[in-house]
């Protein structure tokens, strides 16, 4: 089992950056596929960014391609997500999530293929 703490939201204007952290509590983080989520109102939840246990391999959604970065730190049991030339449109509650894997299918993108889940940290991006 793992447990899921977000940090590092915040405002920031149109075009700047921001950097989200995700602090992961067990002995088996490395075991973990994990993934960012957003949601913002009135939308549904969308995967942004996607690592895989080894964080060889990652994931983004076309809206943020380019522009977000996602990494991990095994070691330190840590998952990043760099931000940069945000947009307005950007704006939403942030997740981080956790999934044992479903075989060896990858990327996993649907929020019901993972498990755990933090509590969310809120970006807003203005104009």
């Known amino acids: 089992q793992v447990q899921l703490v977000e940090s590092g939201g915040g405002l920031v204007q149109a075009g700047g950056s921001l950097r989200l952290s995700c602090a992961a509590s067990g002995r088996t983080f490395s075991s973990y596929q994990m993934g960012w989520f957003r949601q913002a109102p009135g939308k549904e939840r969308e995967c942004v960014a996607a690592?895989?246990?080894?964080?060889?391999?990652?994931y983004y959604a076309d809206s943020v391609k380019g522009r977000f970065t996602i990494s991990r730190d095994n070691a330190k049991n840590t998952v990043h997500l760099q931000m940069n030339s945000l947009k307005p449109e950007d704006t939403a509650v942030y997740y981080c999530?956790?999934?044992?894997?479903?075989?060896?299918?990858?990327?996993?993108?649907?929020?019901?293929?993972?498990?755990?889940w933090g509590q969310g940290t809120q970006v807003t991006v203005s104009s």
């Open positions: 690592v895989s246990w080894s964080g060889g391999s990652t």
């Open positions: 999530a956790a999934t044992i894997g479903v075989g060896s299918r990858w990327p996993l993108t649907g929020g019901y293929e993972y498990g755990y």
